[in-house]
């Protein structure tokens, strides 16, 4: 199953990374993939204003391990606001949501015939789009590696700065190696 | 089960199925020599280098959380002791294989200390005998720093500082946090 | 001569056993005066200190190999902002590595010692058999190539050269295939010639110079397609190393 390419947004909405995966594809301008960084950024963050009860669509089939005794296990309820804590209502609210280790609200998936742009956001706020073929499964698995590719790659290279363009050339790497181990 | 056993147990799980090591002493040594050459270019300023410590954890916490979090798989904590737990149980387990004693909360929920029994940063580690260090010096002053920075990549702003060090001579080594408020920037408004 | 003024330097906080109590002699005079006499250190009631703790404890000891990254990411940062180019940061990671290897190279001895006393006799004999300090290069060399690389990296180095040039008998190679401190490290295009592995050539240096042989020590890019970041320590020992190799060598000294 292809993996097309990704695309690394950084909390800003701003593009810090884009590669190919397969030969041929088509590519866009640095400029298109900069518009396209932004848009994306900017309709993520409308989605998830509009509808913050929107029900998700779950790209991650296994359940959260995350702390949260109060975590409803159904999507798409409203807020049990039974969290007696001093937190701001907009953190709660967030949390109620039964995946919180993907803030609730934004577009997460978007899909045509020919492939499907899956939207990972860290809690820190860095965005991962994944272009795939519309049918491949497990695309939660190879964002996981990603992130994990990243935060040993990028994070821990003295020579990063954060929220600038990713140019880490062992992060590339291991980034090809692991994706062509896998098919 | 709590929220401390429920995040001892994913600390732990981490730590032996997840987590890349190496020999401690490594670590150790290079942090050693981290605060060695901080106390040379402050010149014995030791008010600097704790400082100067500080702001390094927060660099490294930045960037740490993001390995913190892709490890993990946890998600946001509900409130502020869950925090305290995810910190103590999973942070400091799966980084420096230790899990600090979550301790003398206040009544609002918002200060808590984490007391140390052991210190792999300051393993095998005496102050320099010069009648300023034991009084001065925060060795371990980095861990403040991370904290600070790892928990405002996820929105909270805290300040973290410790109260005690076996190495001035103390009894326990106490580090104690306190949340100063949620960071709101990005989150949307609630509509409920 | 650099060496007494580096010495002096790496010993301002003491970390790491067997120098952990040495403190330097000027410094603490030159504070006696200017504060009222210390009494010594404190230590806590419970007598947790250094003293109080064995030795090999950490041993086998483990710890995560990202925290190692970050520490170590953070040196090189902090480094960067206070040198004027390549080489100058490269001679600062050389001299953060260095009083690691006089410290390591204490606890191999101690660690070597203690191994080969306890197969033979009782405890109380270890001060009565001093380990085998090398006193000719090549097993200097191995020391390095393969117990301080496993105490540092749980592995010995790759390969160990002697230079094939007549004119640089004094030039040895160590190498690394894929330094540990250089994992997650891309070193910008514009800096390529960097290796952040200097560090570790600080510590071949220490471990050198605290056995007695001057050398300098440095770390170079040598890649290969199936080893990116393979690393040649390459070392040069100074010419007293030299001519005192000779007369052990017509003596008969291995």
């Known amino acids: 199953m292809a993996v097309f390419s990704l695309i690394i947004i950084n909390k800003a909405g701003g593009l810090v990374y884009q590669r190919e995966f397969q030969p041929g594809l088509r590519k866009l301008s640095t400029n298109d993939y900069l518009v396209l960084a932004g848009t994306f950024h900017g309709v993520h963050a409308i989605t998830r204003s509009i509808t913050p009860k929107l029900p998700l669509v779950a790209t991650t089939t296994n359940p959260p391990i995350a702390p949260t005794t109060a975590t409803t296990p159904t999507p798409n309820v409203t807020s049990p606001s039974s969290t007696s804590t001093p937190t701001p209502s907009s953190s709660s609210s967030t949390y109620t949501y039964p995946n919180p280790g993907i803030p609730a609200t934004g577009l997460e998936c978007l899909e045509t015939d020919k492939f499907r742009l899956t939207c990972f956001q860290t809690l820190t706020g860095t965005k991962f789009l994944l272009f795939t073929e519309p049918t491949m499964v497990n695309i939660d698995v190879v964002m996981k590696k990603i992130y994990e590719l990243y935060a040993d790659f990028v994070m821990k290279n003295p020579f990063y700065q954060l929220e600038m363009p990713v140019r880490c050339e062992s992060f590339d790497r291991n980034l090809q190696g692991w994706l062509r181990g896998r098919t | 089960m709590s929220s401390a056993t429920k995040a001892s147990r994913i600390g732990e799980e981490l730590w032996k199925t997840r987590v890349d090591k190496v020999n401690a002493e490594l670590v150790t040594l290079t942090y050693g020599t981290i605060v060695a050459q901080l106390c040379q270019d402050y010149d014995g300023n030791y008010q600097e ?115 005690s060090d076996v190495l001035r001579g103390d009894d326990t080594t106490e580090m104690r946090v306190s949340l100063v408020r949620y960071i709101e920037d990005e989150m949307p408004p609630d509509e409920e | 001569m650099t060496q007494p003024a580096r010495h002096a330097a790496m010993l301002s906080i003491s970390n790491g056993g067997p120098n952990a109590v040495a403190v330097d002699k000027q410094q603490s005079q030159h504070i006696h005066t200017q504060s009222q006499s210390s009494q010594g250190l404190r230590v806590p009631s419970n007598r947790k200190t250094i003293y109080d703790r064995h030795l090999n404890r950490s041993r086998s000891a483990e710890l995560s190999r990202a925290s190692f990254a970050f520490l170590f990411a953070e040196m090189v940062t902090y480094a960067q902002r206070r040198v004027t180019g390549i080489q100058d940061l490269e001679r600062r990671l050389n001299e953060q590595g260095y009083p690691l290897g006089l410290r390591l190279l204490d606890l191999l001895y101690y660690r070597t010692m203690a191994s080969s006393t306890s197969s033979s006799l009782s405890s109380s004999s270890t001060s009565a058999a001093p380990p085998n300090r090398p006193l000719r290069i090549l097993p200097l060399l191995h020391l390095i190539h393969g117990p301080l690389w496993r105490l540092l990296f749980n592995r010995p180095a790759d390969a160990l050269e002697h230079s094939v040039s007549p004119e640089t008998p004094n030039e040895y190679m160590i190498t690394d295939n894929d330094p540990l401190v250089n994992t997650y490290i891309s070193v910008p295009k514009e800096m390529s010639m960097l290796n952040c592995a200097a560090f570790v050539a600080g510590i071949i240096e220490g471990v050198c110079d605290g056995c007695g042989f001057e050398a300098k020590v440095t770390a170079h890019n040598q890649p290969t397609e199936m080893w ?15 001519e005192r190799e000779k007369v052990l060598e017509r003596a008969g000294v291995k």
Request: one cysteine or more; charged letters at 20%; a negative charge.
């Open chain 2, 49 to 163: 280098v704790n400082k100067q410590l500080e702001k390094m954890g927060y660099n490294i916490g930045m960037r740490l959380i993001e390995d913190f979090l892709a490890k993990s798989n946890v998600g946001r904590c509900a409130n502020f002791r869950e925090t305290a737990d995810m910190i103590s149980k999973v942070g400091f387990r799966i980084f420096l294989n230790i899990a600090p004693t979550v301790t003398n909360w206040t009544s609002d929920n918002n200060q808590f200390s984490l007391i140390f029994d052991e210190n792999p940063l300051a393993d095998f580690v005496e102050l320099p005998d010069d009648g300023r260090a034991q009084d001065e010096l925060w060795f371990s002053n980095i861990l403040c720093g991370v904290l600070r920075g790892a928990l405002e990549m996820v929105q909270m702003q805290i300040e973290a500082h410790f109260v």
């Open chain 3, 228 to 242: 990116p970041g393979r690393t040649i320590f390459l070392l040069r020992f100074g010419e007293s190393v030299m």
